[in-house]
C-alpha cells in the first residue's frame, strides 16, 4: 500500500521562509525514474506544479518559484521510504494555497489536485502567507 503523508504548513508572514515535509513509503520503481512532487492549488486557481524531482535527481520548478523555492529528497536503503522536502525562501501572498505531495511515474497537468487517477497524492497541507 502507497501512502503519502504531508506536514509542515501553517501561516508565515511575507518575506519569509517554511519547509514542508512528505514521507512516501510503499512506492518503488524497478525500471522508471520515479518522480516526486509538490503541487498547490490556491483560492479560485488551477493546479499548478510547484516542483517536482526525480528519483535520479533532475529537478523541474514551476515559473512562479523558481529561485525562491529548492526541492529535495531522500530515500532509505531499501527505496522503500522516501521522504521530500520543499523549502520555500521569500514567500509571497501568491503563494498561499494547499500544498500536495505527489508520487508517480510523470508529472501531472490538470485543473484540481489532488487527482487520484494520476499516481498517489497526500492530503494536502495548508500554506497561507500573509502581509
Known amino acids: 500500500v502507497v501512502q503519502v503523508v504531508e506536514s509542515g504548513g501553517g501561516s508565515v508572514e511575507a518575506g519569509r521562509s517554511l519547509t514542508l515535509s512528505c514521507l512516501v513509503s510503499?512506492?518503488?520503481?524497478?525500471?522508471?525514474?520515479?518522480?516526486y512532487a509538490w503541487y498547490r492549488q490556491g483560492p479560485g486557481a488551477e493546479c499548478e506544479i510547484v516542483a517536482d524531482?526525480?528519483?535520479?535527481?533532475?529537478?523541474?520548478?514551476?515559473?512562479s518559484v523558481k529561485g525562491r523555492f529548492t526541492i529535495s529528497q531522500t530515500s532509505s536503503q531499501d527505496s522503500v521510504k522516501t521522504t521530500l522536502y520543499l523549502e520555500m525562501n521569500e514567500m509571497k501572498n501568491d503563494d498561499t494555497g494547499t500544498y500536495y505531495c505527489?508520487?508517480?511515474?510523470?508529472?501531472?497537468?490538470?485543473?484540481?489536485?489532488?487527482?487520484?487517477?494520476?499516481?498517489?497524492w497526500g492530503t494536502g497541507t495548508q500554506v497561507t502567507v500573509s502581509s
Open positions: 524531482i526525480t528519483k535520479s535527481g533532475r529537478t523541474y520548478y514551476g515559473d
Open positions: 505527489k508520487a508517480g511515474d510523470s508529472q501531472y497537468v490538470g485543473e484540481t489536485c489532488p487527482n487520484s487517477d494520476f499516481g498517489y
Open positions: 510503499g512506492f518503488t520503481r524497478d525500471f522508471y525514474d520515479s518522480h
